[in-house]
């Protein structure tokens, strides 16, 4: 059964640090590209970050410079390492996994999901 699975999440203070991986199956994770995405309480789940299987990046334009977006492709897992953390970050936060492999922030081309990950930032 393909899946992905985050960990990571937590509370953290504000200008803090996490990091949260995604180990996906292999059928799921091979040449996808994978995508971070975050909920708010009573907002729409946002794109945060993409990369493609050869490691092309993209970035909603709130995290650059503060969140870094890895993969390590023999693991099958995807990371996100976020730094100078906001209480405006605070989320779940979802991995994704887009078979086709494009680098897209939309989230109907993700076709698999993790169940989430609580992000949550204290002024």
């Known amino acids: 059964q393909e899946e992905l699975v985050e960990s990571g999440g937590g509370l953290v203070q504000a200008g803090g640090s996490l990091r949260l991986s995604c180990a996906a199956s292999g059928r799921t994770f091979g040449g996808s590209a994978m995508g971070w995405f975050r909920q708010a309480p009573g907002k729409e789940r946002e794109f945060v970050a993409v990369?493609?299987?050869?490691?092309?990046?993209t970035y909603v334009d709130s995290v650059l410079g503060r969140f870094t977006i890895s993969r390590d492709n023999a693991k099958n897992t995807v990371y996100l390492q976020m730094t100078s953390l906001r209480p405006e970050d605070t989320a779940v936060y979802f991995c994704?996994?887009?078979?086709?492999?494009?680098?897209?922030?939309?989230?109907?081309?993700?076709?698999?999901w993790g169940q989430g990950t609580q992000v949550t930032v204290s002024s």
């Open positions: 994704a996994a887009n078979r086709q492999g494009t680098l897209t922030s939309f989230k109907g081309d993700y076709g698999y």
């Open positions: 990369i493609t299987w050869s490691g092309t990046r």
